[in-house]
């Protein structure tokens, strides 16, 4: 009885309770109504009625499949032409379709503005845009948009930043969504996967043949540009140099073309497939050992070898740093400023794509050292966890000795394409050495852009007596730079005699920059001329009897004959006519000077 009671008092009392709560959430929906329709008459008297806001999210993206494979064309660029044609070629040779885009201009960089987000950097305008363009062009030639989405894909690298590098992936599709391609494929090189991919059946195989193909084209790209930019301004016929190089490029593009890799998928490769590690094995001595390249650098060699110089023009050196894109890309993007600076009478010593791998390397390096092999995101193992302690240190060791491995293959196969052309192009600066040199200016840990290299290589190739002057090339609002900007004041002022400019690239102001780069070239060219007088005073020789001797003795107009580099002398012109007095001295050769000695006497 007691039980039913309660019961029935209890059912009694929750009716009122909930005749009461359905009231309260009437009564609170009568006021949102009224609250919304107040505000829209408001925004409607003031004329700032909302809209809906269309975020930008991912498209869902058809994936690149290898049997897609003999259809689809990759696109690429962002590099020097030179680096491209060799990439073409290293794809083209591992059965791919391949072709670059060409180098982004102005339009391009209209064309990212239009369709990309406000407030980006300017290598981002210009490569989303140069992409889009050339997508356009395709459509223009008759392709429809289905067939250019469905044959066509992107590939690129990304990055997480800190920059804005790390919103390039975005960049790229909300652009492509905008100009009405939207599908249309981009791979992004961080994460399209590990180094073996058939299991994926992935379109694009990053293996150790994709890897080791492009490191080949990076080194010798980066070889035989410097090459071109340290003959270009000495030639005695004008317009030789480039002629030769495009020969030279179609060369070694054919050659990359048509390199035979090894197939794992034969007799022989299936049996060395099942032994573990044997295809890296294969693989890495045939990298180390092989002369497959050599061959074909010889002849690029004595291509450039034929070429006519005359080293006594005196020509202020002007060292190329900076932002990555901006300073290796040859065209808008950077005011088209590597012709201008040679049109002005200046010799450039570029920055090769290899002291960025090589710097990445280094400071993974680095990484692993200051954590000692603690993983992100874990903590340290405990005092007592010796066997964890133990396994921890044993990665940490056997990772940095591999980076150390990877460090040293590449420094030596760098310098084996050098010594093909006699060592002439310049070695590669050692990172422990940039290092020390950056870091009491700029924290070597400090990630973002270049780094502590930015600094570096201004002390580096002052000290080192390589340049007159450093130029350092920059998107407008770059982070990373816009920080080495602010210490390189304190670097300049330390070093007394120091050239550096500074120069923010934009799709606009190509005067301005240009006027700026020829008031710190006129300082460079008045150091150069005054070091060369001096040296020339110092031989005892009138310029004319050095040039007689040199004409008389053509392996000195050769471009690979090596001249000797004098400590405190810069220009190639001062070291030359020491080098050539030197010879003079040696065969008895007499000075204007001392033949009238003679005669009075």
């Given at each position: 009885m007691g039980y039913k009671n309660q019961s029935s008092d209890s059912s009694t009392v929750s009716a009122p309770v909930s005749i009461s709560l359905k009231k309260s959430e009437s009564k609170e929906a009568e006021i949102q109504r009224l609250l919304l329709e107040e505000r829209m008459r408001l925004e409607k008297e003031y004329g700032v009625e909302s809209k809906p806001i269309d975020h930008f999210k991912r498209p869902f993206e058809n994936t690149f499949t290898k049997d897609q494979r003999a259809n689809t064309t990759i696109l690429f660029g962002g590099l020097t032409w030179k680096h491209e044609k060799?990439?073409?070629?290293?794809?083209?040779?591992?059965?791919?379709?391949?072709?670059?885009?060409?180098?982004?201009?102005?339009?391009?960089?209209?064309?990212?503005?239009?369709?990309?987000?406000?407030?980006?950097?300017?290598?981002?305008?210009?490569?989303?845009?140069?992409?889009?363009?050339?997508?356009?062009?395709?459509?223009?030639?008759?392709?429809?948009?289905?067939?250019?989405?469905?044959?066509?894909?992107?590939?690129?690298?990304?990055?997480?930043?800190?920059?804005?590098?790390?919103?390039?992936?975005?960049?790229?599709?909300?652009?492509?969504?905008?100009?009405?391609?939207?599908?249309?494929?981009?791979?992004?090189?961080?994460?399209?996967?590990?180094?073996e991919q058939e299991e994926m059946e992935a379109g694009l195989e990053m293996n150790l043949d994709f890897f080791l193909g492009i490191l080949n084209a990076m080194n010798i790209g980066d070889i035989i540009n410097d090459?071109?930019?340290?003959?270009?301004?000495?030639?005695?016929?004008?317009?030789?140099?480039?002629?030769?190089?495009?020969?030279?490029?179609?060369?070694?593009?054919?050659?990359?073309?048509?390199?035979?890799?090894?197939?794992?998928?034969?007799?022989?490769?299936?049996?060395?497939?099942?032994?573990?590690?044997?295809?890296?094995?294969?693989?890495?001595?045939?990298?180390?050992?092989?002369?497959?390249?050599?061959?074909?650098?010889?002849?690029?060699?004595?291509?450039?070898?034929?070429?006519?110089?005359?080293?006594?023009?005196?020509?202020?050196?002007?060292?190329?740093?900076?932002?990555?894109?901006?300073?290796?890309?040859?065209?808008?993007?950077?005011?088209?400023?590597?012709?201008?600076?040679?049109?002005?009478?200046?010799?450039?010593?570029?920055?090769?794509?290899?002291?960025?791998?090589?710097?990445?390397?280094?400071?993974?390096?680095?990484?692993?050292?200051?954590?000692?092999?603690?993983?992100?995101?874990?903590?340290?193992?405990k005092s007592y966890q010796v066997l964890k302690k133990l396994k921890s240190y044993k990665d940490y060791k056997q990772t940095v000795a591999i980076l150390t491995i990877a460090e040293n293959v590449f420094d030596r196969e760098y310098n084996r394409i050098r010594k093909v052309f006699k060592n002439i192009p310049h070695e590669l600066a050692s990172q422990l050495e940039m290092q020390r040199l950056g870091h009491p200016f700029y924290n070597s840990r400090v990630e973002g852009g270049e780094g502590h290299l930015e600094v570096a290589k201004n002390i580096y190739y002052v000290n080192k007596d390589l340049c007159h002057m450093v130029l350092s090339l920059k998107p407008f609002g770059c982070m990373p730079s816009t920080q080495s900007d602010g210490v390189q004041s304190a670097v300049t002022s330390m070093f007394k005699d120091m050239i550096f400019i500074p120069i923010e690239t934009s799709g606009e102001g190509d005067v301005n920059a240009h006027s700026r780069v020829q008031m710190a070239l006129g300082e460079a060219k008045a150091k150069a001329k005054a070091e060369f007088k001096k040296c020339l005073d110092e031989t005892g020789y009138s310029l004319d009897e050095i040039k007689a001797y040199i004409e008389s003795n053509k392996y000195l107009q050769k471009p690979f004959y090596q001249v000797a580099h004098k400590k405190g002398v810069i220009g190639v012109a001062a070291n030359f006519v020491l080098d050539v007095a030197d010879k003079m001295k040696n065969e008895g050769i007499k000075t204007v000077l001392d033949k009238k000695s003679t005669v009075i006497a």
């Open positions: 060799l990439i073409r070629g290293v794809l083209e040779g591992l059965g791919y379709k391949a072709l670059e885009i060409p180098t982004p201009n102005k339009k391009a960089f209209q064309l990212g503005k239009e369709y990309g987000n406000n407030g980006q950097c300017n290598p981002t305008y210009f490569t989303v845009g140069n992409l889009v363009q050339y997508l356009q062009d395709l459509e223009k030639s008759g392709l429809t948009k289905e067939q250019i989405i469905n044959d066509y894909v992107f590939f690129t690298a990304g990055a997480c930043g800190p920059c804005r590098f790390g919103m390039y992936e975005a960049e790229y599709r909300l652009a492509l969504r905008n100009s009405g391609f939207e599908g249309f494929r981009v791979l992004i090189f961080q994460q399209t996967g590990g180094l090459v071109a930019y340290q003959i270009r301004p000495f030639e005695v016929n004008h317009g030789e140099t480039d002629k030769v190089l495009n020969e030279c490029m179609d060369i070694m593009y054919e050659r990359m073309k048509t390199k035979k890799y090894f197939d794992f998928n034969s007799k022989i490769g299936s049996f060395l497939s099942k032994v573990p590690g044997s295809n890296y094995i294969q693989r890495f001595v045939d990298q180390v050992m092989s002369d497959y390249y050599i061959e074909t650098l010889q002849q690029i060699h004595d291509k450039f070898n034929s070429i006519k110089i005359d080293r006594t023009r005196v020509k202020p050196i002007c060292k190329v740093t900076g932002e990555f894109w901006a300073q290796t890309t040859e065209g808008d993007g950077n005011f088209n400023m590597f012709p201008f600076l040679e049109r002005e009478g200046a010799q450039l010593l570029v920055e090769p794509i290899a002291t960025w791998i090589l710097y990445m390397l280094h400071q993974a390096k680095n990484m692993y050292n200051d954590r000692k092999g603690i993983k992100e995101g874990e903590e340290a193992p």
